[in-house]
């Protein structure tokens, strides 16, 4: 229970007088449809990546859009380690060879793709044996049980360009829910944690907003004294500034600056299938849907 990869163990015995050969083939295949779990996230929510993806000890994530499998684009050789997998917003399932080499393949036939690794040939003396291993995951995208089962995988927890910011945020709201034990609340102390850090930068903001208010009424005035007069206008104002201690930028620079934080908290949020069906208060039953009352 709550255990995802399963290891796949081929035992050849070659019992026959002749050496015999062979490959140990993995594949998945998936047809075009949508991404099942975006069906009820509401038309505000950003699209997360469905397709195929592999990787290699050298190269950890990489991803293989579907309308490229037939392009024969994936043609990279991995040893153990290495996976090859298919990605949607909270599940994954990947194939990872294990103690031997394999060389990745893609292709699409009919509308239906396939993804996977064919072992490089196999010889077995006559009247000799030998195993052959592999782990297929398929399950939801927890990234303690990914990253235990290749390089790479956990990556498929696809938070974007912000993955730093939101990898980060991530960890301090499952450090949280480890103590409180509810998601709900976890994400309400980690907003709290985020907006007192991000406070000093609000505050300047604030006070330098309410110092362009108290000073509108005298730039009006000197659009009025000065009127088409471009260049002695903006002179003015410019003066202005300096003699009331205003940056014209002081209101929104602050808050440009605050912009990829709450991004990266909404990837935090939103990529990550802890929240699935997981519980708040009352009629909120499930964390990554929206609240079916708006309130």
Known sequence: HDKYPIDVSYQIQNQSANQWQGQLFAQLKRDASKDPG?????????????????????EPYNKLKFNNFSDSELTATTSDSGWVGIVQHYFVSAWTPENFTGNFFSRETAGEYFIGFNSQPINIAANKQA????????????????????????????????????????????????????????????????KAVLYPLTNASYRSMAKMRAAAPKLQAIKEKYGDDRMAQQQAMMQLYKDEKINPLGGCLPMLLQIPVF?????????????????????????????????
């Open 38 to 58: 975006m069906s009820d996230k509401g038309a505000l929510s950003m699209a997360t990546y469905l397709g195929g993806a592999w990787g290699t000890p050298d």
């Open 131 to 194: 195993t052959l291993t592999a782990t297929l995951y398929a399950g939801p995208k927890v990234q303690s049980e990914l990253k235990d089962v290749a390089v790479g995988l956990n990556q498929t927890v696809d938070y974007g360009l912000l993955w730093p910011i939101s990898k980060i945020l991530f960890a301090i709201l499952d450090g949280i829910h480890k103590i409180i034990g509810n998601w709900g609340w976890a994400i309400i102390v980690l907003t709290i944690i985020v």
């Open 263 to 295: 991004i990266g908290l909404y990837w935090a949020l939103f990529a990550s299938v802890e929240l699935r069906q997981a519980p708040w208060l009352g009629w909120i039953t499930d964390l990554s849907r929206p609240d079916p009352f708006y309130i």
